[in-house]
């Protein structure tokens, strides 16, 4: 479903990402992860066609970036840090804004799936810029369920989140996976990761540095491995004793 | 390409075909509807982009204390440099609420033609701009005493506040990805747009002074033209520009 080989990018003099390869299969749920400055954010901007590689081919269900960027964005989902919503707006006047940006045959009665889907059909008049944090990144992954994606790319979709939102956030990447969606999160919340992903990929220093399934990895087991491969990004990685878990050279 | 992957993309593609002109055109209204909507509860843009014209206006009226005819030797200076500093905060505070909750990407990130978006942020500023010009012409005849009820002039204006619109669009968005977002825009802004202010302030003069037709129109050209090459350079360019 994604295929990135040899991507490179630079901001002035400074290489973020440098030769990073990176494939993820159909209904895969990778997390992404990796310290602060490590490119996580770079690497989903690029797949997200926000940011240009400045080497490197990355291909998402077939489609060439940034050749066929727009064919692409059809079938992406993006949670960022920020909750990209409109604070003068209501919630419901947001995603109906963004319906309208992704060409959605009847809005409305998709709206209020979403609405309820995030626990917000109660607020869905107030104004954006009266929810709290937790209340504004709910919406903001209900703005990007709301086309149906095929692949969801999340970055630290947690970060700010109550207990309640965090779980209604677990709940709804659970059934986007059940439903065979590709999913790539980036997370530093190893246990939030161990629960909900099938495959982990630990990226440092603007490369993939690390790779397990989740058949091999428990939550006891990821911490271990995430502070393995971050120690070892300066020298050569160890083949690793247990063979599920494949180290990428550096 | 899997089998799976290639009924995505056959889903992907069928969904890009429906990029058709009519989709074009509701995108750029979406981003129109959503501007007005926001402006009309924040009322932040307008108001701050009003206030200041006619803040500008009264100064120059107490400022240069004229006689009947040095009144219409100076009226279309001072209103085009009150139209262009108060554009400028419009432009400004415009792509900067765009900005602040990451909505820019938001947009960005919507499967359209991008030129759609910049189309759809140049005619909401537009109507913001002609909805303060439409206020501050009427201020001003009163407090110069001289009537701007010109056909003429309001049609310089508008075509003024097109070109002016478009550059500043365009350079907004790329000022607006920088810290100095706010001193950087006019500073980017105005020696592109010079041609077009003096060309603007010449027609203007002329048709308040009641010259010639023949004396206006190289001018009136100029910023025909001038409209047209940026619009043309402004859609073509834009998706670099906001692109990292």
């Known amino acids: 479903m994604i295929e990135v080989r040899r991507l490179t990018k630079r901001f002035g003099l400074k290489t973020v990402l ?31 066609s926000l940011s240009r590689p400045a080497m490197g081919e990355i291909r998402i269900a077939g489609f060439r970036l ?19 919503l409109y604070g003068d707006l209501t919630a419901e006047e947001n995603l109906h804004f963004y319906g309208k940006m992704y060409g959605i045959d009847l809005p409305e009665k998709r709206i209020r799936e979403v609405l309820d889907l995030v626990g917000l059909s109660l607020r869905s008049r107030d104004l954006v810029r009266t929810f709290s944090r937790g209340m504004q990144q709910r919406l903001a992954i209900g703005r990007a ?48 990761a161990a629960d909900l992903a099938s495959r982990f990929d630990v990226i440092s220093r603007g490369k993939i540095v690390a790779s397990a399934g989740r058949a091999e990895m428990s939550a006891e087991r990821l911490p271990v491995f995430y502070r393995e491969a971050i120690s070892e990004t300066g020298g050569r990685a160890a083949a690793s004793p247990d063979h599920s878990i494949h180290r990428v050279q550096v | 390409m899997t089998n799976s992957d290639a009924n995505i993309a056959e889903r ?38 009003l206030v200041f014209a006619i803040l500008v206006i009264f100064i120059f009226n107490f400022a240069l204390e004229l006689d009947a005819r040095a009144r219409f030797n100076v009226t279309s200076g001072v209103l085009w440099v009150t139209f262009a500093f108060a554009g400028t905060l419009g432009l400004n505070r415009s792509m900067a609420m765009e900005k602040d909750r990451g909505c820019l990407d938001g947009l960005l990130l919507a499967p359209v033609d991008r030129s759609a978006i910049f189309l759809g942020k140049a005619l909401s500023n537009l109507f913001f701009m002609l909805i303060v010009e439409a206020i501050v012409l009427p201020v001003y005849s009163l407090l110069y005493n001289i009537n701007l009820l010109h056909p003429g002039l ?7 506040s097109v070109g002016y619109v478009t550059v500043g669009t365009l350079l907004s968005s790329m000022a607006v990805q920088t810290r100095t977002r706010d001193v950087l825009l006019p500073i980017l802004l105005f020696p592109i747009v010079l041609p077009l202010f003096i060309a603007a302030v010449k027609v203007s003069a002329g048709f308040l002074q009641g010259l010639d037709m023949s004396e206006i129109w190289p001018w009136l050209n100029l910023i025909i033209v001038f409209d047209l090459i940026f619009s043309a350079v402004a859609i073509m360019v834009f998706d670099y520009v906001v692109e990292e």
Do not use: C
């Open chain 1, 66 to 84: 940034p050749q066929q960027a727009t064919a692409i964005r059809h079938i992406l989902g993006v949670v960022s840090h920020q909750p990209l």
């Open chain 2, 12 to 49: 992907a593609s069928r969904k890009a075909q429906r990029k058709t002109t009519p989709v074009y055109l509701r995108t750029v209204w979406a981003i129109v509807w959503k501007d007005l909507a926001a402006e009309l509860r924040s009322r932040e843009l307008i108001s701050s982009m």
């Open chain 1, 145 to 192: 369920v709301l086309h149906d994606p095929e692949v969801m790319l999340l970055d630290e979709p947690h970060t700010g989140l109550d207990q309640d939102a965090s779980i209604m956030l677990d709940g709804v990447l659970r059934e986007v996976a059940a439903r065979g969606r590709t999913v790539v999160m980036t997370s530093h919340d190893l246990a939030r």
């Open chain 1, 18 to 48: 440098k030769d990073l390869d990176f494939h993820v299969q159909a209904g895969e749920f990778v997390a992404l992860l990796g310290p602060n400055g490590a490119g996580k954010t770079t690497f989903l901007r690029i797949l997200a």
């Open chain 2, 154 to 160: 309001i049609a310089v204006v508008l075509l003024g």
